[in-house]
């Protein structure tokens, strides 16, 4: 079956560090555009991290540049997200999201994991 499965979540203090990871099944991500979204309670799902699978560059959201880092390992079929300094604003459920830009087009996305950022 095809499934993104999210983990790394938790509670953590401001200026605290998470590392979420994505493993990817029944399908390789080698050929993918990897992304990290999130949403908040009464807020739309933003894009955080982007990381294309051709020349490797990524994209952040404006308010986590610098702070964030998101990577791929191809032959773990994983991607993670690096989060430093973290900020109660950074509270929201992350969710891990694949696209295949080759036709078929496919996109796939994971359940999501609950980072809550809080003293």
């Known amino acids: 079956q095809v499934q993104l499965v999210e983990s790394g979540g938790g509670l953590v203090q401001p200026g605290g560090s998470l590392r979420l990871s994505c493993a990817a099944s029944?399908?390789?991500?080698?050929?993918?555009?990897m992304s990290w979204y999130r949403q908040a309670p009464g807020k739309e799902r933003e894009l955080v991290a982007a990381l294309t699978n051709t020349d490797g560059s990524t994209n952040y959201a404006e308010s986590v540049k610098g702070r964030f880092t998101i990577s791929r390992d191809n032959v773990k079929n994983t991607v993670y997200l690096q989060m430093n300094n973290l900020k109660p604003e950074d509270t929201a459920l992350y969710y891990c999201?694949?696209?295949?830009?080759?036709?078929?087009?496919?996109?796939?996305w994971g359940q999501g994991t609950q980072v809550t950022v809080s003293s």
């Open positions: 029944g399908f390789s991500i080698t050929f993918y555009v």
């Open positions: 999201n694949a696209d295949r830009k080759l036709l078929p087009r496919r996109n796939h």
